[in-house]
């Protein structure tokens, strides 16, 4: 899946997420005529986004990151606070892998985004804990087994983590421009819109997030 980006729904709120989002949506768009339209009212997404054609629907984390993540069916990108004033260049794009036929959709979408913005891809894939290779391994063999695979993905820079998944992806998010996950894994749209990671990443990391749909 090539995410490429040439009919965006913003949603505005007359305020700074609307303003967020905007730039956030500026900065995802795959040409500088690209068609941005704006809304104001959650109930009416899913009809214009239908309607439109939208390939992607950005909102600020503090007023429609909630409803806009409800099964839409194009990609939705949320822009932190404050991201308005900063405009990062996008240079590094975090990935949170899965072994799975929809996990490689998530990454080839960030890869190819990374292609259009001539950026850098970090995949980051989690494991469960397991017992030490060696007692310089620093990891378990489940977590160095599954980092020598991330290590032979093209065009990737790969890694592994033990640990919760939530957790990877605050970290990961930290040290990328972009963190790009999928819209069917549930558990971590759960963590991200209710946990720990929602108050972290949607409402005051520096990384706004990218939620790639799954075919």
Not at 72 to 81: E, G, I, N, R, S
Request: proline residues 4%; charged residues 20%; glycine residues 10%.
């Amino acid at each position: 899946m090539y995410a490429e980006f040439n009919s965006i729904l913003v949603a505005v709120d007359g305020h700074g997420g609307g303003q967020d989002a905007a730039a956030l949506a500026e900065a995802l768009a795959s040409s500088e005529d690209v068609a941005i339209a704006q809304v104001d009212v959650p109930a009416e997404f899913h009809r214009l986004v239908e309607e439109r054609g939208a390939d992607l629907l950005a909102v600020g984390a503090h007023h429609h990151a909630r409803a806009a993540l409800r099964e839409l069916p194009c990609a939705v990108a949320v822009a932190p606070a404050g991201y308005a004033t900063r405009r990062p260049a996008i240079r590094t794009i975090g990935v949170g892998f899965v072994h799975d036929r929809a996990g490689r959709v998530v990454l080839d979408a960030a890869r190819g985004l990374a292609w259009a913005l001539d950026a850098e891809v970090h995949a980051t894939t989690v494991v469960g804990p397991s017992n030490w290779e060696s007692a310089a391994s620093g990891m378990g063999w489940k977590a160095a087994a599954a980092a020598r695979r991330m290590a032979e993905i093209p065009g990737v820079h790969g890694a592994a983590m033990e640990g919760r998944p939530d957790r990877a992806l605050a970290a990961l998010a930290g040290t990328v421009d972009l963190l790009v996950i999928g819209s069917r894994q549930h558990s971590l749209v759960r963590w991200l819109l209710l946990g720990d990671v929602a108050r972290n990443l949607a409402h005051s990391s520096r990384c706004p997030l990218l939620v790639v749909p799954h075919s």
